[in-house]
T-cell receptor
Framework: NAGVTQTPKFQVLKTGQSMTLQCAQDMNHEYMSWYRQDPGMGLRLIHYSVGAGITDQGEVPNGYNVSRSTTEDFPLRLLSAAPSQTSVYFC?????????????FGPGTRLTVL | GENVEQHPSTLSVQEGDSAVIKCTYSDSASNYFPWYKQELGKRPQLIIDIRSNVGEKKDQRIAVTLNKTAKHFSLHITETQPEDSAVYFCAATTDSWGKLQFGAGTQVVVTP
């Protein structure tokens, strides 16, 4: 079991560029989510999914898109990168939802937007 | 929506002493309160959690207490060791999926 994997580990973008952060899990978890982590602000939810084909917005969704075509994969797309999106991005998955299930985090992607 | 405040932001303790981190939440409907530990450069990992029908939970040197009336919960680490040095996050959620609302984190430094 690889658990939750994320690629790339590091990325540098120029303002206005687009890219996709990849996230995959092999635990057959229904719930997946994307967080961003900024100094002094904890982890903030960007988007989440409760199953294939179902996604919804979290606390800070602007500038990001997601889709969930399979149970395993949950990519995060940055449409037009901005310096304010410089952050560490974590993908997480859980089996039964937050009130009943532990969220397993991926190793993170450190993104810098110049 | 839910708002979680966490204090202190940094905590320095001598090895062997106890550490306490406190969190308050705003939504009285919150019913699940996990704590995550994040070592430097690593991913957050769940260390303990508590549900609203329980007042206290222990796991070896770690314990969590919940006061629903006051809407606050705390993490207690006893006999701290250098490997306890990390950032600790509290979180709360009200819904069955569990859109976790995280606190801002506490940097714990255990000095020998």
């Amino acid at each position: 079991n690889a658990g939750v994997t994320q690629t790339p580990k590091f990325q540098v973008l120029k303002t206005g560029q687009s890219m996709t952060l990849q996230c995959a899990q092999d635990m057959n978890h229904e719930y997946m989510s994307w967080y961003r982590q900024d100094p002094g602000m904890g982890l903030r939810l960007i988007h989440y999914s409760v199953g294939a084909g179902i996604t919804d917005q979290g606390e800070v969704p602007n500038g990001y898109n997601v889709s969930r075509s399979t149970t395993e994969d949950f990519p995060l797309r940055l449409l037009s990168a901005a310096p304010s999106q410089t952050s560490v991005y974590f993908c997480a998955s859980s089996a039964t939802g937050g009130t009943g299930g532990e969220q397993f985090f991926g190793p993170g992607t450190r993104l810098t937007v110049l | 929506g839910e708002n979680v405040e966490q204090h202190p932001s940094t905590l320095s303790v001598q090895e062997g002493d106890s550490a306490v981190i406190k969190c308050t939440y705003s939504d009285s409907a919150s019913n699940y309160f996990p704590w995550y530990k994040q070592e430097l450069g690593k991913r957050p990992q769940l260390i303990i959690d508590i549900r609203s029908n329980v007042g206290e939970k222990k796991d070896q040197r770690i314990a969590v207490t919940l006061n629903k009336t006051a809407k606050h919960f705390s993490l207690h680490i006893t006999e701290t060791q250098p490997e306890d040095s990390a950032v600790y996050f509290c979180a709360a959620t009200t819904d069955s999926w569990g859109k976790l609302q995280f606190g801002a984190g506490t940097q714990v430094v255990v000095t020998p």
